[in-house]
């Protein structure tokens, strides 16, 4: 069956980096866009970045541009997500996603797996 994973979330300080991975199985990885979305308490889940299936076109949300960097390895059927210069404002349960849209949009419901979350807690 289909499974996201992910991992690498943790308490960091303001100003620290992070840096999710996210291992997929159970479908042709390679075929789809990837996103990062994220949801913290009380708020709604919101997009953070995609990558389309080649990892040749990224996009970013503007709170996170400049700051995160999303990439894949389609040999390890894994996407990243590098996060530098965190802020308490990016505390959050950070979901990875798949679309079978080969691009990958920005939209949650557009995506058709989804991943169980880690917990990024940023200190000030």
């Known amino acids: 069956q289909v499974q996201l994973v992910e991992s690498g979330g943790g308490l960091v300080q303001a100003g620290g980096s992070l840096r999710l991975s996210c291992a997929a199985s159970g479908y042709t990885f390679s075929s789809y866009g990837m996103g990062w979305f994220r949801q913290a308490p009380g708020k709604e889940r919101e997009f953070v970045a995609v990558i389309n299936w080649t990892g040749g076109i990224t996009s970013y949300a503007d709170s996170v541009k400049g700051r995160f960097t999303i990439s894949r390895d389609n040999a390890k059927n894994t996407v990243y997500l590098q996060m530098d210069s965190l802020r308490p404002e990016d505390t959050a349960v950070y979901y990875c996603?798949?679309?079978?849209?080969?691009?990958?949009?920005?939209?949650?419901?557009?995506?058709?797996?989804w991943g169980q979350g880690t917990q990024v807690t940023v200190s000030s």
């Open positions: 996603a798949a679309d079978r849209y080969i691009v990958g949009r920005t939209t949650a419901d557009k995506y058709d797996y």
